[in-house]
């Protein structure tokens, strides 16, 4: 008992890729695909780039994600990577092979123009909105 005890102990887990910052981890069935987007666009302006992941169905979602942003001109592809992990299937009680995705983008030269013309561009509607009401 007290060499498990000691090799508990003396373990080291080494987990600091599960744990980035910029890292999204898409689902298509938890949030609307707009939420992924917009989330991308933040840790982009904090972190320079984001790393989009998902699993299964899911890769496809994160497909679509990155060629939006590509696409509106926000984000470069900078590293694709594939792989199989093993998932535990709860309702069978076995391992099933899963097919991985992580789509690392980072800033466009101008994604902090694009961003603040964006944002100015829903001030301007918002105020117009607030004028009719009025």
Known sequence: ME??????NNLHITAADNHKKNRIQVSNTKKPL????NLA??????HNEVELSALGMAIATVVTIAEILKN???AVEKKITTS??????E???RS????????????TENFDEL?????????????GDAEEQS
């Open 3 to 8: 060499e498990i005890a000691e090799g508990v």
């Open 34 to 37: 707009f939420f992924y987007v």
């Open 72 to 74: 509106n001109g926000l």
């Open 41 to 46: 666009k933040r840790y982009m302006q904090q």
């Open 84 to 89: 199989t992990v093993d998932v535990k299937d």
């Open 91 to 93: 309702s069978r009680g």
């Open 96 to 107: 099933i092979q899963k097919a991985k995705i992580e789509i690392l983008l980072g800033k």
């Open 115 to 127: 961003m603040a013309a964006a944002a100015a561009e829903r001030e301007e509607r918002e105020a």
